[in-house]
């Protein structure tokens, strides 16, 4: 990220990287068909009588949420729709209610579910994995150090448990807990009194005891596994990890145009041999699969996305001030991790395919940190389109030159291309040009009238050279174009006479 890092300096005030959503998954050891009919063949139940068995633990569940809420003193609400947005909803409740710790609310909606199903065929019923829709309840809790997150159960078995968590929640009450001056915006930090702790407390992530925790609170809404299913425990994984790479830009009015171009040159430029290279992999003979890259316009903003497989690295804004690049893992065994394995029937040390074992997140904010600083170098060749769009409106506007107001030009106007077309002449790069040169090939016939026009140059002259565009040669009556305006001039006459032209052809 160094090339990124020294390109903008100047528009840039810190860039931090920490774990965003981040979805851990505990599943029962009753997951798989075959051991489901162990569990109920040990209790004495029949297959035939698999569906008056499970009714009764998904009616305990259901019991012990609406329970838990009225202990609490909080709303218990069925939705009806899956376009609610819950974490919205609970954010509000939470706000009107000032929770600032405990249960927030409970509610409880129709999803679709991994569960059994009874198979009917040849020989004796069995039990098969099916999809299926069941009653999920979600719990929305503000714990003391990890913030605001939710836990979603099926009512059904195998009673699968999913956590969802935020990294930037975990580090708002880190930091309010060390006493550090920040400022937040829509899951996002626009301010931080001292971006070098901020990045150590976002580094802890991995070092947090998860297992433990996550264990903790799977107890207290699964009251199951203090009855029917007490001798198990539920195993953890990493079912989605995001982790993103934040940047935080002085102003929106320097950071949205230069934003405009990124999202271009992410589209049209980035191809499957540069997105797979960020991720470090190689486009070749052996690779089996899609790299598709898309580009959506939200309510928010545009963002564009490079899947690879069932992974991607997404790049959006935020708050018009943060450009965003996040990399999302959802399957891990397309990357490799150093440990224990078997190979040639012995146990050795190398390189395996990545689980989703929660043990891994080491080896996940590696792989998503290196994607994401690889992203933001490849968006250096870029240069921030801002301080052009201002000479040109230097160029346009009027200035104040004591008490008196010069007027500016007119690109587009006649008389103005041509000014700037004759001043831009080869001709007059060695030796300058003087009034006389410009006269002559603006006011073809002067009719006795060249004091007139005379003077109508030097005010010409005048407005140029308060913008720095043209400058006078010393000790002599004539004057030359500058650097800056080479750059601004020139491009004005290549607009003007040939992308307008394609443009408008096109």
Not at 18 to 41: E, Q, Y
Not at 61 to 79: C, G, I, M, V, W
Not at 95 to 103: A, Q
Not at 132 to 161: A, M, N, S
Request: proline share 3%; with cysteine; glycine share 6%.
């Amino acid at each position: 990220m160094n090339k990124f890092k020294k390109k903008f300096e100047q528009n840039i005030v810190e860039i931090y990287s920490c774990f965003d959503r981040v979805l851990f998954k505990g599943h029962l050891p009753i997951s798989g068909a075959a051991c489901m009919s162990t569990f109920m063949k040990k209790r004495g139940v029949l297959l035939k009588d698999f569906s008056r068995f499970v009714k009764e633990p998904a009616q305990v569940l259901k019991e012990h949420a609406k329970s838990l809420a009225k202990r609490n003193n909080r709303p218990y609400l069925y939705l009806n729709s899956k376009q609610i947005r819950k974490e919205e909803l609970a954010r509000q409740i939470a706000k009107d209610e000032d929770i600032k710790e405990g249960l927030v609310c409970v509610f409880s909606i129709t999803e679709g579910c991994l569960s059994f199903r009874l198979k009917y065929g040849k020989g004796a019923p069995r039990l098969e994995n099916s999809k299926r829709k069941c009653l999920c309840i979600y719990y929305y809790f503000i714990d003391p150090e990890v913030g605001l997150f939710h836990i979603r159960i099926q009512t059904w078995f195998p009673f699968t448990i999913q956590f969802c968590v935020n990294g930037h929640e975990l580090l708002k009450k880190k930091m309010q807990k060390e006493g550090l001056s920040f400022t937040t915006q829509d899951n996002c930090f626009t301010w931080v009194e001292d971006i070098a702790r901020l990045q150590s407390f976002a580094d802890s992530f991995i070092r947090y005891p998860w297992v433990e925790w996550l264990s903790f609170y799977a107890r207290k809404v699964n009251p199951l596994l203090n009855d029917l299913l007490s001798a198990m425990q539920y195993y953890w994984v990493c079912d989605q990890v995001e982790y993103s790479t934040n940047v935080i830009f002085n102003k929106s009015a320097e950071f949205e145009p230069l934003y405009e171009k990124f999202l271009e040159h992410a589209v049209l430029r980035f191809g499957a041999k540069d997105i797979l290279k960020f991720l470090g992999k190689r486009l070749d003979g052996r690779f089996k699969g899609a790299q598709v890259s898309v580009g959506r316009l939200r309510a928010e903003c545009s963002r564009v996305r490079h899947w690879y497989k069932n992974n991607w690295i997404k790049m959006y804004s935020k708050n018009g001030v943060v450009l965003r690049v996040e990399t999302v893992i959802n399957h891990p065994y397309d990357f490799l991790i150093y440990r224990c394995g078997i190979r040639k029937g012995k146990k050795v040390k190398g390189w395996f395919p990545m689980s989703k074992h929660v043990g891994n997140l080491y080896r996940y904010r590696q792989i998503c940190r290196t994607a994401n600083f690889r992203y933001l170098d490849a968006l250096a060749v870029q240069d921030s389109p801002h301080p052009s769009q201002k000479e040109l409106q230097n160029l346009v506007n009027p200035l104040k030159y004591g008490k008196k107001k010069i007027g500016g030009f007119n690109p587009a106007k006649e008389t103005d291309l041509t000014l700037f077309a004759e001043i831009m002449r080869a001709e007059y790069l060695v030796r300058g040009f003087s009034n006389a040169d410009i006269r002559r090939a603006l006011f073809k016939e002067t009719c006795g009238c060249e004091r007139r026009y005379s003077a109508r140059v030097t005010r010409l002259f005048k407005k140029l050279h308060l913008r720095q565009l043209i400058a006078k040669i010393p000790r002599s009556h004539r004057w030359r174009v500058t650097p800056k305006g080479m750059r601004i001039l020139g491009a004005i006459l290549y607009f003007f006479n040939h992308e307008y032209v394609n443009m408008t052809a096109a």
